[in-house]
């Protein structure tokens, strides 16, 4: 009885492994097909900005609304300061006390785009200016250009539940500093309310 015991657990262990072997890791390609659904989204975040100086990280708070076809995104930081940025196709406009205030230097215009990339993680784009190498449900994003001053890293951590939602970005500078979004309540495909981006 004993000997037909561990015959039948050997045989199911080995079932249970060949079939984990066939099991499909998810690629990038697998991601970006799941991120071409997201046509809307709104989420809460939360920004830390760890910085060697301080000896407490600086934190704010606020909300995100991304209207993919339209290319609009309104970045609104609700504490400490009520402040952001409004992007519309190339156009970015910071956002203070209710105020559009366009910015309309290049620097503005290259921001904005790269904001959409970013967004809608746009991998084709990205690949040409980082290194991307996919850990599970954690990709990371090393620059091409070894002399790069502003980033050292990139890491964007994908839900385990629903592979479409960022769940946090931390954004290492070569300096040891680092910057950390964590993300909530967030909604796929919602009805945007109407002058979100006005």
């Given at each position: 009885m004993?000997?037909?015991f561990?015959?039948?657990l050997?045989?199911?262990?080995i ?7 066939h099991v499909?890791k998810?690629s ?6 799941r991120?071409?659904?997201v ?7 939360v ?14 708070t ?12 309104r ?7 009520e402040n ?5 196709k190339n ?9 559009k ?13 790269q ?6 993680l746009d ?9 991307i190498?996919l850990?599970g449900?954690?990709?990371?994003f090393t620059?091409?250009?070894k002399?790069n001053q502003?980033?050292?890293l990139?890491?964007v ?7 479409r ?23 796929l495909n ?9």
């Amino acid at each position: 009885m004993k000997k037909l015991f561990w015959t039948f657990l050997s045989i199911v262990l080995i079932c249970l492994s060949v079939s984990a072997q066939h099991v499909k890791k998810p690629s990038l390609q697998d991601y970006a097909a799941r991120l071409k659904e997201v046509k809307t989204l709104t989420s809460n975040f939360v920004e830390e900005k760890h910085l060697a100086l301080l000896s407490q990280p600086m934190q704010s708070t606020g909300t995100l609304n991304f209207d993919k076809d339209a290319q609009k995104l309104r970045w609104q930081y609700k504490t400490p300061f009520e402040n952001g940025f409004l992007i519309e196709k190339n156009r970015i406009s910071r956002l203070k006390n209710s105020q559009k205030q366009p910015i309309q230097n290049a620097m503005g215009r290259l921001m904005a785009g790269q904001m959409l990339q970013w967004l809608t993680l746009d991998f084709d784009t990205l690949s040409k200016t980082y290194l991307i190498t996919l850990n599970g449900q954690e990709i990371i994003f090393t620059p091409r250009d070894k002399n790069n001053q502003a980033v050292k890293l990139i890491t964007v951590w994908l839900d385990e539940k629903d592979s479409r939602i960022v769940h946090r970005v931390k954004m290492d500078n070569p300096n040891g500093d680092f910057v950390l979004w964590r993300f909530s309540d967030t909604k796929l495909n919602p009805q945007l309310q109407d002058g979100v981006f006005l």
